[in-house]
């Protein structure tokens, strides 16, 4: 259904101007298809309608089933706006590559600065091994964030041990799994500093 709706706005555009009707006319006729794509994405999102992309269809037609053509393309931009918020917090949710770095200096802080992992023995190879990642990273080099966490999956899963915590264990364990894809190991990563984080606390 995305697809299709892409290519439609795509055969409205090749012309070199659209007039105030064929817009109106291309809204009254897309908002159901639009709205059959945007629903799915309530449900995948796993957090209802966050940004309420959904929401903004209904305004959306009502202004084009009244004509009202400034306040269609007030409420068509303010969707737009939202699916775009949307999508990114969808892909996010996947993994992102861009967020590599990000994670390993979180990961940085947390061994450094939280007393109960401090006492680990493991810290601090951990801090160490992030900070020379951090020093020397560059896109080019998103290749050795699999081997950083490979190196550091033992202090990973002692520190589950230690601290008793078997939701941390099944994080550690998920940092573990073949042939990830960098997307798909920053989300583990994510989720087992998330899980690290919310264990340690700011406890002594």
């Known amino acids: 259904p995305g697809k299709a709706e892409a290519e439609a706005a795509a055969r409205l555009l090749q012309g070199r101007t659209v007039t105030t009707g064929q817009y109106l006319d291309f809204l009254r006729q897309h908002v159901l298809p639009m709205t059959a794509v945007v629903q799915p994405l309530m449900t995948q999102g796993g957090r209802g309608d966050a940004f309420g992309a959904f929401a903004a269809l209904r305004p959306l037609r009502t202004a084009a089933g009244q004509g009202q053509a400034e306040q269609a393309a007030s409420e068509h931009g303010m969707l ?4 775009d ?10 993994g992102d590559p861009a967020d590599v770095l990000q994670m390993v200096r979180w ?21 160490k091994a992030s900070q020379e990642f951090i020093g020397t990273y560059s896109r080019k080099q998103q290749q050795l964030y699999p081997v950083l966490l490979r190196g550091l999956s033992g202090c990973f899963h002692q520190t589950a041990k230690t601290m008793g915590s078997g939701k941390l264990e ?8 073949p042939n990830l894809t960098i997307a798909a190991l920053e989300k583990a990563h994510r989720e087992y500093l998330l899980a690290l984080q919310e264990t340690a606390g700011n406890g002594i």
Not at 107 to 127: F, K, M
């Open 80 to 83: 737009l706006r939202r699916l």
């Open 170 to 177: 099944q994080a550690a364990a998920a940092l573990d799994r």
């Open 85 to 94: 918020s949307l999508a990114t917090m969808l892909q996010k949710a996947q």
């Open 107 to 127: 990961q940085e802080s947390l061994y450094r600065t939280r007393p109960i992992l401090q006492r680990l023995d493991c810290s601090a190879p951990v801090v």
